[in-house]
Every structure is written in C-alpha cells, then in structure tokens.
C-alpha cells in the first residue's frame, strides 16, 4: 500500500466475542492503538482497541468483527496506518517499508542487489538483499555493515563482512 506503513498483522480469533490476536511491529508495540483506524490489507479501514496484552501480542476489538468466526477469516490481514499518521522517523531511524525496495551497491559502487525484505530473528535487524542471479544475502543492518542509506536516491552502500559478498567463499576466496 503506497503511503501506508504496517503496523502489525493479525494471528488469529481470541475468544468468542470477535476479538482478534495481533502481533504489533511497532517499536513500543502498544503504540499499534494509537494511530487511527488502521486499514487492512482487504481494503476495509477499521478501528482498533486494545482489549488486552496476551503471548505473542494483544487481543484486540476491531470495528465491525462482530463473533469468532468473522474475527478467524481475517487471520493474516496486515494492519496499515497511513504515514501522515506516524511520527518521522528519528535521524538514522527508518521504516522497514522505506528500505524494501533500495538498490544496494558495495564501497566500490558495484550492486549487490535490491532490499527484499527486513528480518528480525533477536540479534538486530537483517537486509535481505537479492541479486539479479544467485542466492539472497543476509546483511546485518548496522553503520558498519551499511554506512549509507540515502532514501531520496533510493541508495544504501554497504560494506558486507567477510564471507557475505555473493561468489566470496567461507575462506575468502573466489568461488
């Protein structure tokens, strides 16, 4: 959704009463409620309240869901703020939705390919870069790794580590 930002996804019903399970992607995943009716990714815009915190993220109340069964059917529905709602993102901060997308070249200005994707498995935050041919890269997202993210040109030089630039071998050498 151009302009829109994801906030979260729907996981499932909770209880009987229409509520839904989301998992929120927000930096202080309470804040999911805080921004407006939020729109889904079927097109419907729906307010959200917070009914309660539960493993893996917060029961919620989503206008219109009125029984389980209508709460089930929008399992894996992402959840989408309008970016005017949000606030701008802090110097060095960035949304995962202004990433995907950027070609990404070496200190050398070769490209290594496009953002694919942005993962989060505990340690810190992964670029998936995807070359034109050959198998994706897992890039750490840190100034060491990636120096330079230049939204407006729709760049990021990266300085992959040892091992991660595409045809390096674990040894160093060309493969």
Wanted: aromatic share 4%.
């Amino acid at each position: 959704m151009k302009n829109h930002v994801c906030l979260g996804v729907v996981t499932g019903s909770y209880g009987v009463r229409g509520e839904v399970r989301v998992k929120s992607f927000c930096a202080e995943p309470s804040a999911i409620g805080d921004y407006g009716p939020l729109t889904l990714d079927d097109g419907s815009v729906r307010k959200l309240t917070i009914v309660r915190p539960v493993k893996g993220g917060y029961a919620v109340r989503l206008a219109g869901v009125p029984h389980k069964e209508a709460a089930e059917a929008l399992r894996g529905q992402r959840l989408w703020a309008h970016r005017d709602a949000l606030p701008a993102p802090d110097e060095d901060e960035y949304y995962h939705s202004d990433l995907i997308g950027l070609t990404v070249l070496d200190t050398g200005g070769v490209e290594l390919g496009r953002v694919h994707a942005i993962h989060d498995h505990g340690a810190g935050d992964l670029l998936e870069v995807r070359p034109r041919r050959g198998a994706s890269i897992l890039l750490p997202f840190t100034r060491e790794a990636v120096p330079t993210v230049d939204i407006a040109t729709g760049r990021i030089v990266a300085d992959p580590p040892h091992g991660l630039r595409p045809g390096e071998g674990d040894d160093g050498s060309e493969s």
